[in-house]
T-cell receptor, first 113, second 113 residues
Framework: NAGVTQTPKFQVLKTGQSMTLQCAQD?????MYWYRQDPGMGLRLIYY???????DKGEVPNGYNVSRLNKREFSLRLESAAPSQTSVYFC????????????FGDGTRLSIL | AQKITQTQPGMFVQEKEAVTLDCTYD???????LFWYKQPSSGEMIFLIY??????QNATEGRYSLNFQKARKSANLVISASQLGDSAMYFC??????????FGAGTRLTVKP
């Protein structure tokens, strides 16, 4: 009953380092998403993938890249981390249908020094 | 412009009483969906309830109900018979297009024994 699995759960980086956050879902969902959550701002969409092989920018894409490796996996890459990217990152997936909610992973807490 | 507004940063409620968490939204699209999520201190995002813009009746899920007033563009969450485990952050979200979900800043609910 895994649902959406994110790795790692915690990470500390130095400014300028790169890192990839991994996400996998086992619900056979077409759509997958990456969000960031900052204090007092709710969740903001970074990138999404409506289906395998497609990706699109969300509200705050700058500084990030994504890869939809297959239907199950959607990764988020920080090429050159900046302190402004310190945040909690959530991956989500959604099934087909207008009433389908997004199912979230447990989040990755990322600190950039 | 803010699409989702949650005007209550924090709310307190006595155990076993009902509480209403406010949410107003802004859209010119006639078709949209409204969602509420709960985020306990452990950090995961838990889907609670959904309301479609064309739904005639207010959504209910157990102790959760949604007071949907379309003309006023409000979608308030009502939690009946509050329990200590209801203490958490609550987020209202709106989806206008299949992959664009916007979240409010959240309301922190504290249930007092």
């Amino acid at each position: 009953n895994a649902g959406v699995t994110q790795t790692p759960k915690f990470q500390v980086l130095k400014t300028g380092q790169s890192m990839t956050l991994q996400c996998a879902q086992d619900m056979n969902h077409n759509s997958m998403y990456w969000y960031r959550q900052d204090p007092g701002m709710g969740l903001r969409l970074i990138y999404y993938s409506a289906s395998e092989g497609t990706t699109d920018k969300g509200e705050v894409p700058n500084g990030y890249n994504v890869s939809r490796l297959n239907k199950r996996e959607f990764s988020l890459r920080l090429e050159s981390a900046a302190p402004s990217q310190t945040s909690v990152y959530f991956c989500a997936s959604r099934g087909t249908g207008h009433n389908q909610p997004q199912h979230f992973g447990d989040g990755t807490r990322l600190s950039i020094l | 412009a803010q699409k989702i507004t949650q005007t209550q940063p924090g709310m307190f409620v006595q155990e076993k009483e009902a509480v209403t968490l406010d949410c107003t939204y802004d859209t010119s699209d006639p078709s949209y969906g409204l969602f509420w999520y709960k985020q306990p201190s452990s950090g995961e995002m838990i889907f609670l309830i959904y309301q479609g813009s064309y739904d005639q009746q207010n959504a209910t899920e157990g102790r959760y109900s949604l007071n949907f007033q379309k003309a006023r563009k409000s979608a308030n969450l009502v939690i009946s018979a509050s329990q200590l485990g209801d203490s958490a952050m609550y987020f209202c979200a709106m989806r206008e297009t299949p992959n664009d979900m916007r979240f409010g800043a959240g309301t922190r609910l504290t249930v007092k024994p």
